[in-house]
């Protein structure tokens, strides 16, 4: 049996030397199968550079491996005879190889597992599949964790109690048994609006080698109608790269990323963030190896504790909970829509043609560079559709084509649970339905705006202003069965009725006004 040669078949988002499918692998005798189809690269029409990315990233861990003495059977998308699906690639690479088993590391995504249980049906060898160990809960943990003695699921989950697990396991910032600083989360202290004056540290940019100039190049050739824009071109496309990025993050921004974490800034989209999800959920860094420099430079002095105790919330709380509850959920969570939210989502999410700066920057930056702030994603984006009503399947579509990090997995509970309220607060404890004084109070999109964001009614009045108040009054009956919502849907009821009036006469105008009609016109 331990000569018989292993076909490790690594995905995508798999790109990791610790991955479970490596953990036995023999230099000389198991052949690592990489490959580039069509079928992944199309099941949205993802982001350009989102698909530059991983491509250059898959073939320098290719090359990596090949360094150290790997075979590697690298399907490049352009090699003649690629057959376009994982299913079809491996079953040739199985015979290709004369492989006597394959091995791999679960897919990250419902729609990939599924298909993987039709392959081990029909390959002429074993298919064994691994479970995921670069999380750090599994899915037993979070069953355990959500689920009761009984197998019920609960009506919701809440992050904040999962995360006080998740530390309490890791031991991060932990001492005694408790939290460092007497406190679970410094969430409060990490609201504040950025200064005029405010020094934003510059990032580092990673000069396109010939790898990743050839990805460009493919990209452009094949991929030229999908949105987004494939140059500049700076990103971590290695290992090595990627943890100088780390270094770089802790170094420099991670001093202020707890502080300046919901603020948003004109032409400025990374202010104080990481800019390590990608790079995290394809495998280059680690979730542990992220917390542990973060944690490391709060021992040293150089991060504050609500910097680093919120950094830590979001891998080990947020990031881990959202797989839980994708796991947990699907696959019904892919249909849920509890708002009965049936609109188009208007053209300008694809162009950023719109009068509303804050969408205008946030589209555009999206556009841009594949990223958005986590404030920008929820509070802007995600909040337009809330309040607009959007279809959440169009929502879900849009936000997996258009974010360099984006995977099912990730997106989905941040779309679906967070952003829309669709599974009706399962996973959000109220929505994140915000009027224009939020948008005004974190940024300084407002002041170059063509609407008033202190007004509330007419033509000039910050359409998120009066859509707000619309969408509590549409959706009242759902709404007021939450007790976080107790006090505004109190004033909502105390609204004159002259004045609910004039709401839904100004959405119904913005509505179905000509930015909103031009629907779904995706590249
Ligand atoms: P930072 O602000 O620096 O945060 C540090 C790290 O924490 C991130 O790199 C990420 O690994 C993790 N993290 C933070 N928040 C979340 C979260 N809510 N869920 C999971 N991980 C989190 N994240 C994705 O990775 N892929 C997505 O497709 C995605 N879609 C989103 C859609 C919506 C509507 C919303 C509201 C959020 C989405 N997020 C997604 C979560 C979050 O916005 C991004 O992880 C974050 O903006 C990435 O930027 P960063 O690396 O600079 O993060
Ligand atoms: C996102 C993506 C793209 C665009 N292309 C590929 C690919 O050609 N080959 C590959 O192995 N992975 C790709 N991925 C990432 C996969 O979509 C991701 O690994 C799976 O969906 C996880 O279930
Ligand atoms: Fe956005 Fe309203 Fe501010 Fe304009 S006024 S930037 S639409 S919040």
């Avoid at 001093?255 to 032409?267: C, I, T, V």
């Avoid at 696959?331 to 939210?341: E, K, R």
């Amino acid at each position: 049996m331990s000569e018989e040669k292993v076909l490790r078949f690594i995905l995508g988002d798999q790109l990791s030397r610790d991955l479970s499918s490596l953990s036995d692998a023999v230099p000389g005798r198991d052949v690592i199968f990489i490959a580039e189809v069509m079928g992944e690269a199309t099941s949205v029409r993802h982001h350009k550079k989102k698909i530059a990315f991983l491509f250059s990233a898959m073939r320098h861990f290719a090359n990596d491996l090949r360094a150290d003495g790997f075979d590697i059977d690298y399907l490049a998308l352009d090699d003649a005879g690629n057959p376009g699906t994982f299913g079809a690639a491996l079953a040739d690479a199985v015979r290709r190889n004369d492989a006597h088993r394959v091995v791999m590391t679960e897919p990250s995504e419902f729609r990939v597992l599924n298909d993987a249980q039709t392959w081990r049906e029909e390959l002429s060898v074993d298919l064994e599949i691994r479970t995921d160990t670069r999380f750090l809960a599994s899915h037993e943990d979070f069953v355990s964790w959500a689920v009761n003695d009984k197998g019920q699921q609960p009506k919701t989950l809440r992050m904040e109690y999962f995360y006080r697990e998740m530390r309490r396991r890791t031991g991060y910032l932990m001492v005694d048994g408790g939290p460092e600083g007497g406190q679970w989360n410094f969430d409060s202290d990490n609201r504040k609006a950025l200064p005029d004056k405010i020094r934003i540290p510059v990032r580092p940019g990673f000069e396109p080698d010939g790898t990743t100039r050839a990805v460009m190049d493919l990209v452009a050739r094949r991929f030229a109608s999908h949105f987004g824009d494939l140059e500049p071109f700076d990103h971590p496309v290695t290992r090595a790269d990627a943890l100088a990025y780390l270094e770089w993050f802790i170094a420099e921004a991670l001093p202020g990323f707890g502080d300046w974490q919901d603020a948003m800034k004109q032409s400025e989209p990374l202010l104080f963030h990481s800019h390590l999800s990608a790079m995290i959920n394809c495998g280059l860094l680690g979730p542990r190896e992220c917390c542990d420099r973060a944690v490391a430079a709060w021992r040293e002095g150089q991060a504050p504790l609500n910097a680093v105790e919120g950094f830590v919330r979001q891998i080990i709380g947020w990031r881990e909970f959202i797989r839980g509850v994708y796991w947990l959920k699907m696959p019904d969570y892919a249909d849920a829509n509890a708002l009965d939210a049936t609109r188009q989502l208007p053209g300008f999410f694809w162009t950023g043609d719109t009068e509303m700066n804050c969408l205008r920057q946030a589209v555009t930056e999206t556009k841009a560079n594949a990223y958005a702030h986590h404030i920008q994603r929820l509070m802007v984006l995600g909040n337009f559709c809330l309040l607009a009503g959007i279809d959440p399947k169009q929502v879900q579509e849009w936000f997996l084509i258009v974010y360099w990090d984006a995977y099912e997995w990730v997106e989905m509970p941040n779309v679906v649970g967070m952003a829309l309220y669709a599974d009706g607060g399962f996973l959000a404890s109220k929505p994140y339905a915000a009027s224009g004084a939020y948008i005004n109070r974190m940024s300084d999109y407002c002041a170059g705006c063509r609407f008033d964001v202190k007004q509330k009614a007419g033509e000039k009045a910050c359409p998120f202003n009066y859509l707000y108040w619309n969408f509590l009054s549409a959706n009242e009956g759902t709404l007021r069965q939450n007790h976080r919502m107790g006090l505004i849907m109190g004033s909502l009821g105390k609204m004159a009725p002259e004045r609910l009036e004039e709401i839904k006469a100004d959405s119904s105008r913005f509505l179905e006004g000509p930015e909103m009609r031009t629907g779904w016109t995706h590249v």
